[in-house]
């Protein structure tokens, strides 16, 4: 057997750092077993769902490191589903009900009244023909529930009624039947809701372990239902916790919060976002992973917590810095090309600064500096100003090697007096126009005897 996954969002948004974490375990528990990733666009609600927001998905995904074995969209598979359905009702577990939603929601006013939990009680099942009649002769169309099989020999006196599985994240799982409402597959206008298309789609594409968020913990004793009543053995579930904001609130692809697109156009990189997504929460220290194939080696659904799991983007600047830090000058070259940087120079001259970095892009700013000199002319006083005419009179001559920066400086404070930060400030203004910065002792081969003269006060 194929282990066989799938990422299934439905294309109304931008995915955000909740959603990635869902593709990543999906993506490192494939990557883990040598198995099969399926991306589904679980896109049946047409009036909300775009190509648009798919393609971005897609896109994002990319970005990440994940490329699915296939892409399915379930707006294309409604031939498939209408099967399904008339399978349910040949089978008498799909019925027709003909509320409306103020009624619906009057008769659960009435239950909690009644100190009653407040589930659907299968009224539908009583109507007589001739009420079925009336309603279809007053315009109106029935959506389809599916009978919970939470019953002996009678509907409507549920009982309780207990499904079980192992859940890779969270252990052994158990949801009542009787306490839920016979969910409803199908709308009045034909278009169906999540469960039936998940169902049907999870049992033709053969998946074999659906990993998502414990928000569906409920959903997966109905869809163990379900998978029974179209005779199909149910996936392995698992069930990890979700993201929240620092400050404790939901993700929502509508709001757009810390969705994957804002983070890139940050110049957050790929793997600090790939490695708190997926570590946060759990009980692998949190760290920066080169690749996805690393990350995949400390990934463990069980290692996941039951609880909630706040990010915070601190502590994404914070892996993202370490990631550049440490990047080597071949994974950096194209991206530093598109922004300018290129040439005999650029390979030292990324060494020299990416540890005074905090993105990539920041890179540019040095360049600049490098190229061009101090945006703006350093202000001294008199005398430093003083100190620094001297200092440069002092600048030994070409050929420089990597020990230029130690000889001048020695020089200067041989002629001076001058050490310490009263020596090396008023040279770095002078040199680069920034307080603090990469070391000098690199920065000075790189502007050469000709360049460091031109920045002479």
Known sequence: MTVTVRFAPSPTGRIHIGNARTALFNWLFALNNKGRFIQRFDDTD???????????????????????????????????????????KAARVLYACYETPEELDLRRKVRR?????????????????????????????????????????DPLQPERTEIHWNDLVRGEETVDLASLSDPVLLREDGTYLYTLPSVVDDIEMGVTHVIRGDDHVTNTGVQIA???????????????????????????????????????????????????????GTSENVATMPDLAELAEHFDPAATSKSAAKFDPDELFVLNRTLIHNMPY?????????????????????????????????????????????????????????FLREAFDLLPEEP??????????????????????????????????????????????????????????
């Open 113 to 153: 009244t009644r100190g009653l939990p407040p589930v659907y009680g299968r009224e539908a099942l009583t109507l007589t023909p001739e009420q079925v009649a009336e309603y279809r002769s007053d315009g109106r169309k029935p959506h389809w529930r599916f009978l919970l099989p939470n019953f002996t020999s």
């Open 330 to 386: 071949s994974e950096a070259r194209d991206r530093l090309i598109v922004l300018g940087v290129s040439g005999d120079k650029a390979e030292p001259f990324w060494l020299a600064v990416r540890g005074n970095l905090d993105r990539l892009a920041d890179a540019v700013q040095w360049w600049r500096i490098l190229g061009e000199g101090p945006e703006e002319p350093p202000e001294l006083t008199g005398e430093d100003r003083d």
């Open 226 to 280: 379900l998978f029974q009543a179209l005779e199909a053995v149910p996936p392995v579930f698992g069930h990890h916790n979700l993201l929240t904001t620092a400050s404790g609130e939901g993700l929502s692809k509508r709001t757009g919060a810390l969705s994957i697109e804002s983070l890139r156009e940050d110049g957050i990189e790929p793997m600090a976002v790939a490695s708190l997504a997926v570590l946060v």
């Open 400 to 457: 420089w090697n990597g020990t230029v920066w130690k000889d001048w400086t020695g020089k200067i404070r041989e002629a001076t007096g001058r050490k310490g930060k009263a020596l090396f400030m008023p040279l770095r203004l002078a040199l680069t126009g920034q307080p603090s910065g990469p070391e000098l002792a690199d920065l000075l081969p790189l502007l050469g005897r000709e360049g460091t003269l031109a920045r002479r006060p």
């Open 46 to 88: 047409i009036s909300r769902s775009t190509q648009e927001f798919a393609d971005s998905i897609l896109y994002d995904l990319h970005w990440l490191g994940i490329f699915p074995d296939v892409t399915e969209y379930q707006s294309r598979r409604v031939e498939i589903y209408d099967a399904a359905v008339e399978r349910l």
